[in-house]
């Protein structure tokens, strides 16, 4: 009998985080837990009934014993319900800090990688009522505002594929009686008891004192549509007032900016950070308000905050990346295509002379813009500020600088100071990895 009502549900649930494709293809994460067993299962029979078909991506995070085999039972399930299955492992988890953050990042990155290279457009998440409303409590602990307090979104999008959680109202006890009804077993994760996690403190705390996930999930949808609405209007500010440069920096026009209510003058300066930053997330609401109250006050002032360098005039505010904050060098080889310090797209083209030394994608740094000033003016360098300058991704040989884009530098064959070479970059974009909008807050409850 629930199984029949939640596959109802279910389609009630799907359909408005659509749309999907005629014949739609999806993976959906299944770590063997009930929760994500029960995905796998619900949207097989959905995704069959329109002619297309599940794939599950399970991730062996290597972080605990027996994290293989498990993995590979997984697989056994989904084989014999014909699904697809496929294992992606996380290759060098160990002396890593901040390890359940990182494997959590490492898992949607290589599943979004997963879906890009297969060119799925929709990976679904097994996120359940229970994960929604203490994700709220946590958050709420911590003095979130709206974009915290609504929690998790049921659509996220993402570079290269739209992260899909329809399970937000779905109680774990429901999706596992499910299970039962569907002779499926699942996977119980010791670490889901352990009280080192602070989710699972609170877990602990909600079975205490007998509270029910749903009305946290309630608060979560109503703080969601709040979000929704700031977004909206913060990204109308950003329109008038961000200026936004193909160098990889940012202007903002501070008259515009501070005219603005001080929640959405917050929330267009936390996003122009995350874009020239490059940050996962925004920076803490304690040190932005500390921050806007600086800028306020000071008509020149030099600070820096989430990996930016934040300078103003009488007119502007400008953002650029901060020079200790960005990436080291990194080797790279013709034929690549690459997105550097989560900012700029790049191509690497050519044929390179035999060298012992490596290419290399870097910032330009004091030395390289010393070595590009001694040959003459370059084309566009005097209208970059020098600490943007400084950042720019440049291409390097063991000869010195090869190739700087946005200088209008390469070097060329006859430069035979230099040595002869046919590689640059031929293709180079700023597209930083955030936006300036965000990805949106998608409420489906």
């Given at each position: 009998?629930?199984?029949?009502?939640?596959?109802?549900?279910?389609?009630?649930?799907?359909?408005?985080?659509?749309?999907?494709?005629?014949?739609?293809?999806?993976?959906?994460?299944?770590?063997?837990?009930?929760?994500?067993?029960?995905?796998?299962?619900?949207?097989?029979?959905?995704?069959?009934?329109?002619?297309?078909r599940?794939?599950?991506?399970?991730?062996?995070h290597?972080?605990?014993?027996?994290?293989?085999?498990?993995?590979?039972?997984?697989?056994?399930?989904?084989?014999?319900?014909?699904?697809?299955?496929?294992?992606?492992?996380?290759?060098?988890?160990?002396?890593?800090?901040?390890?359940?953050?990182?494997?959590?990042?490492?898992?949607?990155?290589?599943?979004?990688?997963?879906?890009?290279?297969?060119?799925?457009?929709?990976?679904?998440?097994?996120?359940?009522?229970?994960?929604?409303?203490?994700?709220?409590?946590?958050?709420?602990?911590?003095?979130?505002?709206?974009?915290?307090?609504s929690?998790?979104?049921?659509?996220?999008?993402?570079?290269?594929?739209?992260?899909?959680r329809?399970l937000?109202?779905?109680?774990?006890e429901?999706?596992?009686?499910?299970?039962?009804?569907?002779?499926?077993?699942?996977?119980?994760?010791?670490s889901?008891?352990?009280?080192?996690?602070?989710?699972?403190?609170?877990?602990?705390?909600?079975?205490?004192?007998?509270?029910?996930?749903?009305?946290?999930?309630?608060?979560?949808?109503?703080?969601?549509?709040?979000?929704?609405?700031?977004?909206?209007?913060?990204?109308?500010?950003?329109?008038?007032?961000?200026?936004?440069?193909?160098?990889?920096?940012?202007?903002?026009?501070?008259?515009?900016?501070?005219?603005?209510?001080?929640?959405?003058?917050?929330?267009v300066?936390?996003?122009s950070?995350?874009?020239?930053?490059?940050?996962?997330?925004?920076?803490?609401?304690?040190?932005?308000?500390?921050?806007?109250?600086?800028?306020?006050?000071?008509?020149?002032?030099?600070?820096?905050?989430?990996?930016?360098?934040?300078?103003?005039?009488?007119?502007?505010?400008?953002?650029?990346?901060?020079?200790?904050?960005?990436?080291?060098?990194?080797?790279v080889?013709?034929?690549?295509?690459?997105?550097?310090?989560?900012?700029?797209?790049?191509?690497?083209?050519?044929?390179s002379?035999?060298?012992?030394?490596?290419?290399?994608?870097?910032?330009?740094?004091?030395q390289?813009?010393?070595e590009?000033?001694?040959?003459?003016?370059?084309?566009?360098?005097?209208?970059?500020?020098?600490t943007?300058?400084?950042?720019?991704?440049?291409?390097?040989?063991?000869?010195?600088?090869?190739?700087?884009?946005?200088?209008?530098?390469?070097?060329?064959?006859?430069d035979?100071?230099?040595?002869p070479?046919?590689?640059?970059?031929?293709?180079?974009?700023?597209?930083?990895?955030?936006?300036?909008?965000g990805?949106?807050?998608?409420?489906?409850?």
């Amino acid at each position: 009998m629930e199984r029949d009502g939640l596959s109802e549900k279910f389609t009630r649930l799907i359909e408005p985080t659509g749309p999907y494709e005629s014949s739609p293809i999806v993976c959906v994460a299944v770590s063997g837990g009930g929760d994500s067993m029960a995905l796998v299962l619900l949207m097989d029979r959905w995704a069959r009934a329109r002619g297309g078909r599940v794939v599950g991506l399970s991730v062996d995070h290597r972080l605990r014993e027996g994290s293989a085999d498990e993995a590979r039972r997984v697989g056994t399930w989904l084989s014999g319900r014909n699904i697809e299955h496929h294992i992606l492992n996380w290759r060098d988890p160990n002396g890593a800090s901040a390890l359940q953050e990182n494997a959590r990042i490492a898992r949607y990155d290589l599943m979004e990688q997963w879906c890009r290279d297969h060119g799925i457009l929709h990976l679904l998440l097994a996120h359940n009522a229970e994960d929604q409303a203490e994700t709220f409590l946590m958050r709420l602990s911590k003095g979130s505002g709206p974009d915290g307090l609504s929690a998790m979104s049921a659509v996220t999008e993402r570079q290269h594929c739209r992260f899909v959680r329809p399970l937000l109202s779905v109680s774990g006890e429901n999706l596992r009686r499910f299970l039962k009804d569907q002779g499926q077993d699942w996977i119980e994760d010791p670490s889901n008891q352990n009280p080192r996690f602070e989710r699972i403190r609170w877990r602990q705390v909600m079975a205490e004192q007998n509270l029910l996930a749903d009305g946290f999930c309630h608060a979560a949808a109503r703080y969601g549509r709040v979000r929704m609405v700031l977004d909206h209007e913060a990204a109308r500010l950003s329109a008038k007032c961000v200026l936004v440069h193909p160098a990889g920096f940012i202007r903002l026009r501070r008259e515009l900016l501070f005219a603005a209510p001080a929640e959405l003058s917050e929330r267009v300066l936390a996003r122009s950070l995350m874009v020239v930053g490059g940050a996962l997330y925004p920076p803490r609401r304690h040190k932005l308000e500390r921050l806007i109250e600086t800028v306020r006050g000071q008509e020149e002032t030099t600070r820096t905050l989430g990996g930016c360098l934040i300078e103003q005039t009488d007119d502007y505010i400008q953002i650029s990346r901060e020079l200790r904050a960005l990436p080291a060098p990194l080797p790279v080889d013709t034929g690549m295509r690459l997105t550097w310090d989560r900012r700029f797209c790049l191509n690497i083209s050519g044929t390179s002379q035999q060298s012992s030394a490596p290419l290399l994608v870097q910032p330009l740094g004091a030395q390289g813009d010393r070595e590009l000033r001694s040959l003459g003016p370059l084309s566009g360098a005097g209208a970059l500020p020098r600490t943007v300058r400084l950042s720019l991704p440049a291409l390097l040989d063991g000869n010195g600088v090869l190739c700087v884009p946005h200088l209008a530098y390469s070097r060329s064959g006859e430069d035979q100071q230099q040595g002869p070479t046919g590689v640059q970059i031929s293709e180079m974009s700023f597209r930083s990895l955030n936006s300036l909008s965000g990805s949106g807050y998608f409420v489906a409850y």
